[in-house]
């Protein structure tokens, strides 16, 4: 291949790279970003964007942060990298402790991996095992219509945000789905639930609790999702849920299954819990769930392994983000964006063209109404308008959203809410 280093970045990327998520005959070629720094991402041209959604809300304690970097730079240098099937190491055992003593308490065990997928497939796992070990044929999974749980199979067949997952429709596990509860459907919902208990073997339950990211951040009711983990936990249906998008302080408490009642048998994590800088994920769960596994037949077992499954470099840079999201200065940070996010919300819920503002913790939303068809594509105009007044958004359709890191700073955050203004009026 030959190279000709005179090219921009962005186009000697589309002789080579196929990108995620891209339909490469319409799409832009990718902007090539060069460095970053906390709040900040910087293009090739020295363009800066406030990253408003901390890339993909990983980077919460900010890109390139000092105390991450040393972390990792530490443990690089002591441990790089073992098999963890035999072995196992301090920044695993660490961040395993770490983590159990901020989860919900009837958390008890935790298994490394390394995305969110992977996390939520081990979770299906587990459920699904649970059962068999027990010897009681469950061959169901429960799910959300709306939800994502990431795009390996199991995970993708508990999506319910089918669009794109068409050509793989035959080759899905067995789900059945319900709505999720908004307040004013929840007997609804509960009815539709015990239904399909009636009617199928129901082996697990997989949620995104309280909001459904990919679906626009949609934000539903935590007494109907209590009400559902019950009728779940009365079933023995293992209640899976998938906080890779949630966790972490996301929605004003370390884990938003905190704010529910009902405890959830199963918790995948990832996205934050990587503080921004190597892929990790986890997927935790009770004692009941670990014990069904234990067996003098070895293959009772969770024979789930991945090459990198609780990489010492991975660990000890979870473990450093850890440490930071319980700071008084990061809960300063996240109380100073809830209430700005408040008070932005106040100031544009009765203008004509939002609809549905909403916020839980950091997370705030809303639907902007415009004729879609006048605008053609308005997901990409809105995309470039916001990139163009150096703000990173990734509206999804309509529904424009904020998920910036903890350590933006206030006028980082104004600007943000400035270009959200100016888009209101623009587009109408
Ligand atoms: C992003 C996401 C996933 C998938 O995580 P990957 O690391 O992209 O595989 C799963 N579930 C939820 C809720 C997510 O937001």
Redesign the pocket.
Known sequence: MQKNLRMSLSKRDSKTIWHPLTQHKTAKLPLAISKAKAALLYDENGKEYIDAIAS?YTAMYGHCNDYILESAFKQMQTLDQVVFTGFTHEPAVKLAEELLSILPKNQAKVMFND???TS?EIGIKMALQFHHNNNDKRDTLLAFENG????TFG?MSVSGLSVYNGPFDDHFLKVVRIPTPDGTNNAEVLKQLNALIETHNIAGFVY?PLVQ??AGMKMYDAQGLNEILKICKTNKIITVA?E??TGLGKTGTYFASLNIKELPDVICL??ALTAGLVPMGITTCSQDIYDAFLDDNVGKGLFHAHTYSANPIACATALAGLELLQTQEIKEQQAYIIKAHGEFLNKISAHPKVLNPRQSGVILAFEMDVEMERYGNLRNKLFQFFMDKGVYLRPLGNTIYILPPFVITEAQLKAVYSAILEALESFS
């Open positions: 993909w995305n969110g997928s939520v994502f749980h990431g795009d995970a995104e990211g990919a998938d890779v998008m990832s996205k």
